[in-house]
C-alpha cells in the first residue's frame, strides 16, 4: 500500500478538479469534522491466468497507472454523500439499515457495498463527503468497479483502527460486489488494487488468497488495447462457465477423491476421467487446467527474460480462451493478430473475462508508439470499432495520499 504518499505533480490539477466538485456541494450537510484526505486505488490488467480465479486456480495480475481518487472530508453523519466528476452526479446513501436491499442499481452501490462490507467483517466505517474521479475506463475489463470499491475502503477506514491486511480487505471487497451489488467476480480484480506494487506483477493463488510479488523485466513496457466493442461477457454466459467447471469437479470427484476444484486437476487426471464429462465441459476443463500451467510458466518467463517463451504463453493463451473456454470474440482476434504482426510486441492476448474489453501486451521498451500506430492503421478499417491504446506502468495498490498543505 501507499500510505502516506505524496501526490505527484501530476495529480495537482486533478484534486483541484476534485476539490472543485466537493466545494459545489456545499450547503449538502453539516460541518465536517476534519481535513479533506485524498485516497486513490490501481485498476488492474491480468497478464495471465483467465477464468481460473473461481477454479481456485493461480492468476498473474499487475496493478496499473488507471486509477480512481477520492478526496473526501470525513463528518460525524453516519452518511456518505458522493460527487462522481465522470458521472457529474452526486448522490448519497445512509449507515442506517444498509442492506443489499436497499442496492439503488447506480454507481453509488460500489460505496455502499463496501460500506455493508466492512461493517459485516466487524469493521468500524466513518461518514463523509466526497468526490471522486477515475482514468480507469469503465466497462472495459480493466476493473473500474474494484477500482471504486478498493478506494471507498480506505475513505470509508477510520484512522487509527486496525486495518485488515490488503487480501483480506480484498476479500470484503469481493464480498461487497457478489452479495451487494450482485457480480459474482472471483477475488482477483480487488486484490490487485489492494496489493499492487510498483515493478511487479502479482502471482495469486485464489485457493489460499495469498501473493507473490513477480518483477517485471525492465526491459518490456505493458500496452493495454481496448477493442471498444460493446459486447461484454454477461453474467449469464459467465454463470454458465462457472457451473460447467463445477460440474466438471463434480464428476471427476466421483472417481477421484480429495478433488474439490478444479485446482486439484491436473492434465493426466483430466485425461483419464474424460470420458466422463460432457464434451463441452471437458473442454471448459482442460482450459482451466493448462492456464494454471500457464502462469507458473510465465512467472519462470518473466524472471528469466524468456521473450520467446513469453509469446508462446500468451498465445496459447488466447488461442485456448478462444476454442476451448469460447470466451474471445473477433474484435478480440482481430486486435491480437494486429498486436503480433508489429515488430517489439513480445506477446499478446485477450485479457479479463472476454468477449470484448481488452487485450494485454508485453513489447520492448521503444515499439509501443509501433504497436500504438498499427492498431489505430489496422484496427477500426478490420472492426468499424474506435480502439484506445493505454501504455501502462505499473503502481503500487490502494492507500491514501498526502495533501499539500
Ligand atoms: P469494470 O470491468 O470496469 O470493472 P464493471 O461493470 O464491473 O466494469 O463496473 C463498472 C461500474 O463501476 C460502472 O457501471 C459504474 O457503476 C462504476 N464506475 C466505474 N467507474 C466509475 C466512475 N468513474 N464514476 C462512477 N462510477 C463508476
Ligand atoms: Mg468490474
Redesign the pocket.
Known amino acids: 500500500m501507499s500510505d502516506g504518499q505524496t501526490a505527484s505533480p501530476s495529480s495537482g490539477t486533478r484534486v483541484a478538479a476534485l476539490r472543485a466538485r466537493l466545494d459545489a456541494q456545499s450547503g449538502t450537510g453539516p460541518q465536517t469534522s476534519g481535513p479533506a484526505r485524498l485516497v486513490r486505488a490501481p485498476?488492474r490488467v491480468n497478464l495471465i491466468g483467465e477464468h481460473t480465479d473461481y477454479n481456485e486456480g493461480l492468476v498473474l495480475p499487475a496493478a496499473i497507472d488507471r486509477e480512481?481518487w477520492i478526496l473526501f472530508e470525513p463528518w460525524d453523519r453516519p452518511e456518505v454523500v458522493m460527487t462522481?466528476?465522470?458521472?457529474d452526479e452526486t448522490r448519497s446513501f445512509s449507515f442506517e439499515g444498509l442492506s443489499p436491499e436497499t442496492r439503488s442499481k447506480?454507481?453509488i452501490?460500489?460505496v455502499a457495498a463496501t460500506a455493508w462490507a466492512m461493517r459485516e467483517a466487524g469493521l468500524p466505517i466513518q461518514g463523509f463527503r466526497g468526490a471522486?474521479?477515475?482514468t480507469?475506463?469503465?466497462?472495459?475489463?480493466?476493473?473500474?468497479?474494484?477500482a471504486?470499491e478498493m478506494a471507498s475502503s480506505w475513505a470509508l477506514a477510520v484512522p487509527g483502527a486496525p486495518r485488515p491486511d490488503p487480501a483480506a480487505m480484498a476479500a470484503i471487497a469481493q464480498r461487497a460486489e457478489n452479495r451487494y451489488v450482485g457480480?459474482n467476480?472471483g477475488i482477483m480484480?480487488q486484490f490487485a488494487s489492494a496489493a499492487g506494487q510498483a515493478g511487479h506483477a502479482l502471482l495469486i493463488d485464489c485457493r489460499i488468497n495469498k501473493f507473490k510479488a513477480t518483477p517485471m523485466p525492465s526491459d518490456l513496457s505493458l500496452v493495454v488495447c481496448d477493442t471498444g466493442s460493446p459486447h461484454r461477457l454477461d453474467a449469464s454466459a459467465y454463470n454458465t462457465r462457472r457451473s460447467e467447471c463445477e460440474l466438471g469437479v463434480e464428476l471427476i470427484a466421483e472417481r477421484e477423491p480429495g478433488v474439490k476444484a478444479l485446482r486439484d486437476v491436473d492434465e493426466a487426471m483430466l485425461a483419464r476421467n474424460r470420458d466422463r464429462l460432457p464434451e463441452v465441459v471437458a473442454r471448459r476443463c482442460e482450459h482451466v487446467v493448462q492456464e494454471d500451467g500457464r502462469v507458473m510458466a510465465t512467472v519462470a518467463a518473466l524472471r528469466d527474460g524468456d521473450l520467446d517463451a513469453l509469446g508462446r504463453l500468451f498465445a496459447a493463451s488466447h488461442a485456448s480462451l478462444r476454442d476451448l473456454y469460447e470466451v474471445s470474440s473477433a474484435e478480440l482476434d482481430a486486435m491480437v493478430e494486429i498486436a503480433v504482426s508489429v515488430p517489439g510486441v513480445v506477446a499478446s492476448r485477450m485479457t479479463?473475462a472476454g468477449f470484448g474489453?481488452c487485450t494485454v501486451n508485453l513489447v520492448k521498451l521503444g515499439a509501443e508508439v509501433a504497436l500504438q500506430d498499427a492498431v489505430m492503421a489496422q484496427y477500426e478499417k478490420r472492426t468499424g470499432l474506435t480502439p484506445r491504446v493505454f501504455i501502462v506502468a505499473t503502481v503500487d495498490g490502494a492507500g491514501e495520499v498526502e495533501l499539500d498543505a
Open positions: 485498476g480512481f462522481s466528476a465522470d458521472m447506480s454507481w452501490d460500489y471522486m474521479g477515475s480507469v475506463p469503465i466497462g472495459s475489463g480493466l476493473s473500474s468497479s474494484a471504486l457480480v467476480c480484480d479479463g474489453g
